[in-house]
């Protein structure tokens, strides 16, 4: 590896960490149902599986709206949900790239720099009500493609990956 790729490697490692002041702090165990797993290069973890997270404990890291249309519903939905950022910060987690899986292990890999450079939320809600896994539930990743034109891309649809089970950090 040339020094000029070792420098661009280091340099990457840097923008894509995350903020180290909550990984430095114990994630509690979940108390209720666990309805998603970070796992892979994460700093912080509760189980041997990586970081385990209820809906009280995703929620808590603060629930953010989110107005937009998607490729698979009928005009502009209201989402609420954690930002994929915010749980990457909470883990201290650090890489390039995420493998989203679903319930059904449909799994797709998603760039880092999505979570950095948009407001991806992990949304657990739609109009106000908990998305259940028979509506694509209990997480969908969703992209906010009405405020950003380059997020409308077709291409971008394999990433909206709903009934979000995990998040294996790379």
Known sequence: MSALARGALVVSALLFSFSPI????????PTGPVILTVTGAVAVSNSDGGAAFDREMLEGLGVVE????????DGVQTFEGV????????VGATGESVFASALN???????????????????????????????????WIIYPRDDEPALQDR?????W????????VK
């Open 83 to 90: 930002l994929g950022r915010t749980v990457f910060e909470r």
């Open 155 to 159: 291409r971008l649809h394999d990433r």
């Open 105 to 139: 292990d449909y799994t797709v890999e998603v760039p880092m720099n999505d979570f950095q450079n948009y407001d991806v939320l992990l949304a657990t809600k739609v109009n106000g009500e908990e998305m259940q896994v028979s509506d694509k539930g209990p997480i």
């Open 161 to 168: 990956v709903w009934q979000l089970k995990a998040l294996d």
């Open 22 to 29: 909550w990984a430095q702090e114990a994630l509690p165990a």
């Open 66 to 73: 989110i107005k937009t249309t998607t490729p698979w519903t």
